[in-house]
């Protein structure tokens, strides 16, 4: 089944202590991002990657790291979280980014607490 | 901000009627496609339409998009209860996706 998976969905944890939320895709889709979403924002981009070894900011950045090592896992870590990182994040991948077929397939979402 | 919008915010109707949402976006696109989100889940892919088309169906969703005006709808007909969740316009910007802010529908029985 065609799919994009994040681990953990749930995941409560404490100020500074150094997380990775973990997403992987078996579409074999070259462009993967992560968003978070928060009420009242809407969805926005935190990091996105157009192929391995290609990553780039989004539009919140800011106290995340990224890294596409091979072409299905793109991580999301945070190295010292803080509380106002609290949110649902969402994994995202699709063939491309630019052409017609550029559906964006979704993970289940990862909703982080941060005490 | 690149940041589409969407109105209503909120729409709550009966069901059966007809559900209207719009978005108006920045940029020029390549397309545009509607997605939709059911409570605290990933957004699911509805429909896609592109820049040199006017009107799209699948099944129940009706989409149109207006190039000179920047804008496009969504409508949902002869709506159900399992049609409530939020809606979301998606175009592409600058090589990244854009989100509208999303329209929560609400169809009440």
């Known amino acids: 089944e065609a799919q994009v998976t994040q681990n953990p969905r749930y995941l409560i944890t404490v100020t500074g202590k150094k997380l990775t939320v973990t997403c992987s895709q078996n579409?074999?889709?070259?462009?993967m991002s992560w968003y978070r979403q928060d009420p009242g924002l809407g969805l926005r981009q935190i990091y996105y990657s157009m192929n391995v070894e290609v990553t780039d900011k989004g539009d919140v950045p800011e106290g995340y790291k990224v890294s596409r090592k091979e072409k299905r896992n793109f991580p999301l870590i945070l190295e010292s979280p803080s509380p106002n990182q609290t949110s649902l994040y969402f994994c995202?991948?699709?063939?491309?980014?630019?052409?017609?077929?550029?559906?964006?397939?979704f993970g289940p979402g990862t909703r982080l607490t941060v005490l | 901000s690149q940041q589409g919008e969407e109105d209503p915010q909120a729409l709550s109707i009966q069901e059966g009627e007809n559900a209207t949402m719009n978005c108006s976006y920045k940029?020029?696109?390549?397309?545009l496609q509607w997605y939709r989100q059911n409570s605290g889940r990933g957004l699911v892919h509805l429909i896609l339409?592109?820049?040199?088309?006017r009107e799209k169906h699948s099944g129940r969703l009706r989409v149109t998009l207006d190039t000179s005006k920047k804008s496009s709808s969504l409508l949902i007909t002869a709506s159900r209860a399992a049609d409530t969740a939020s809606y979301f316009c998606v175009y592409q910007g600058a090589q990244k996706l854009v989100f509208g802010q999303g329209t929560r529908l609400t169809i009440n029985p």
């Open positions: 339409i592109r820049s040199n088309e």
């Open positions: 940029t020029s696109i390549n397309n």
């Open positions: 995202a991948s699709s063939l491309g980014i630019a052409g017609s077929t550029d559906t964006q397939y």
């Open positions: 579409m074999n889709h070259e462009y």
